[in-house]
């Protein structure tokens, strides 16, 4: 069980995270170029300001704690704590002035993530889980998370970001899932995980997802009954290729189509 | 010049529909299929108890006005007006719980649109042009519209929807201009082009799109001095192929990869 403090404290650092992102999107806030091989890949102040805040309050609080954030080097930890942080998961979307981005926030103990926070500023609402369960609150209002039951591929909402991420015999996997499924949103980033848990999307399906981008969302998934793993059936999600399903069932269909692609 | 009243008109449509739209999405709303070639088209009661009211309403205060719905069969115009409404466009993201729908609605003065207003309930924001300038409302606060000014598509952020709706040579000459801009986001629907009249995203290419997708779109990019026209360089949006661009440079340029394509 994770103690009921470390959740108090996750939601804090989720509504510093807050402050420090919600009025720069309102503001335009321009990207930088973290360069790298694969293109632009853009970074803020916000992504900075919002991680550095998180990370003061952590040192502060349980300095005996790890901690694995995007944009600085890692801080190695003195127990079986360390925090994973996201300060802004769709940073894309961010700088297009669009609202579909997250802040994620996972604890892992002995590397295994136990608590999750997935929180969307600029739509007021929050995703989190601990010790099995989790909640939500949308439009002010607080409900459980529950994954939808869906077990059909044929009538499933699929989601992934980037449909151009897929190389090769990844999109070629990806296609045959897009022509099975019912209807397929793209664009979501993060989000999509938690609308997953909240049962109004089935299926979601990435890849290149890092630590920072998939912590979080292991504890949310499993909280609201639905299923997360890699493409071959299988919980180590280090390859960055991630499915996450309403049901096992689904997952299962899912990776039938997948395996083999990555 | 557009009259005042029909301003204020338009914005009582748009509050009048977000009254039948927001509790729905909030509540869940299932998704019926119109059927159709192009295969799963999903509809909702709030789609229909949307446009009814807002029909309704025009047909008590403007009864010689004509209007063209998504939904429901055409009302011929008595004199140069006709309505034209989209209650919900982007039904996908609206069943899978996703916030990134608009309700668009246009006044059309002899065939031509004359005033636009773009409404995004869950975000509560609108957008809003007649006579040539444009005004929206986001967080509480008012700002002029105004486009981004890109100019080069090397720096564009651009939007699509769903980039398995080109086909062919369509989808060859978006590649082109996908590989060519900055940045691509997806799943926005019409409230891309908002974001465009608002300065945060700078081109936005689309195909299939019909009448009550477009009309309210034209009046609001071009308030914001941006530029919206088909692949070809022209004003005929009828073949539903259209750019956006923040710029008329910007849209000449993506007309020179686009055109031929259609």
New interface residues.
Partial sequence: MIDKRLLEFAHRLADLARGETLHRW?A?CEAQDKGGEGG?D?VTEADRESERAMRALIEQVYPEHGIAGEEFADRPSQGPFTWSLDPIDGT??F??????WVTLIALLRDGRPVLGVIDAP??DERYWAAGGSGLFV??GREGALKASGCAQLGSA?L?T????LFKRAEAEAFERV?RSV???????DG?AYA?LA????DLVIECGLKPHDYNALVPVVRASGGAIGDWRGGEDLSSGNVIAAATRQLYEESVSLMSGAD
């Fill in positions: 309102e335009g632009f853009p894309r979307s700088t297009c002035g669009l609202p579909n600029c739509l949308r439009g909402r989601s970001t980037d449909p151009y897009r019912r209807t397929t949103r793209y664009g979501q989000y609308r909240a049962g109004t999307l």
